[in-house]
């Protein structure tokens, strides 16, 4: 059974940060590309950020990138989502995935993604 729990959201203020993380279990971490994705209420949702397997590779949304920085720790099975300058249109319900064929990549879209989490809540005031 693969499982995937985020945790890490909450309320800040606009200019501030939070990081988020994703705990896998691990025969769905070993060898799989990983990705963050949000949804804003009335919204669909959106790719964030993705990280390739070894860590190597990274991609990231235009509205997001040089704010928010993807990374993992294999030893920990774990993906991190650090979240600066945030914005109130960042307010979104934000969740980790897993993606099991993207070799060496780090890929986009939601169809590609096999495993999801819940979800964690952010809320960014302005």
């Known amino acids: 059974q693969v499982q995937l729990v985020e945790s890490g959201g909450g309320l800040v203020q606009a200019g501030g940060s939070l990081r988020l993380s994703c705990a896998a279990s691990?025969?769905?971490?070993?060898?799989?590309?990983m990705g963050w994705f949000r949804q804003a209420p009335g919204e669909d949702r959106e790719f964030v950020a993705a990280?390739?397997?070894?860590?190597?590779?990274?991609y990231y949304a235009h509205s997001v990138k040089g704010r928010f920085t993807i990374s993992r720790d294999n030893g920990k099975i774990t993906v991190y989502l650090q979240m600066n300058s945030l914005k109130p249109e960042d307010t979104a319900v934000y969740y980790c995935a897993v993606d099991r064929d993207a070799g060496w990549d780090a890929r986009s879209e939601e169809d590609d993604y096999d495993y999801w989490g819940q979800g964690t809540q952010v809320t960014v005031s302005s």
């Open positions: 990280i390739n397997w070894s860590g190597g590779s990274t």
């Open positions: 691990g025969r769905a971490f070993s060898g799989c590309s």
